[in-house]
């Protein structure tokens, strides 16, 4: 597989990771079928493995999801510059402090937003239990499975 080939696979798991935070569009199913594309074209035991991990990763999160309760972020009072501000720090928290830094990068992520928007600490406290009450949970399980699946894919590549 070439490096463009590899590089446009690395696009559209991009975008499926921005559509896990914007609704209706179906952003783990795009970074899955990356994850395909590359196995498909890159026939290695390495890539059959990431493909197989992806697949079990994305349906664990799809049966937490359904534990959870439904989305109603809208309701919440949640923007698109909240969604822009967690999806940021998921992503930074992701690298920074290597996996685990995706949950704490997300909730931070709303934190920061909602504090430059409301001013103080409490109330910007309590913005962030609602937003998470109100589906930031099944949005962070799902970016966080994709995450996952972006650094497993990611790694394969530079040392696979």
Known sequence: MGVWELL??????????????????????L??????????????PV??????????????AQAI?????PRRLRESGATTRMAVYAG????????LVPVVGAVAGFIGGIYLCERLR???HGPAKASVRTAMRAGGW??????FACLLIMGAWLGAVIWG
């Open 8 to 29: 446009l696979v690395g696009v559209v798991i991009l975008l499926g990771l921005v559509g896990v935070l914007v609704p209706g569009l179906p952003g783990s199913w």
């Open 31 to 44: 970074v899955w079928s990356a994850v395909l594309w590359w196995a498909l074209s890159y026939p290695q």
């Open 47 to 60: 890539s059959w493995v990431v493909l197989v991990a992806s697949t079990a990763v994305l349906l664990l």
């Open 65 to 69: 999801r359904w534990m959870l309760p």
């Open 88 to 95: 940021g720090g998921s992503f930074l928290g992701f690298f």
């Open 118 to 120: 409301l001013g103080g």
């Open 138 to 143: 099944s949005v962070l399980t799902e970016l």
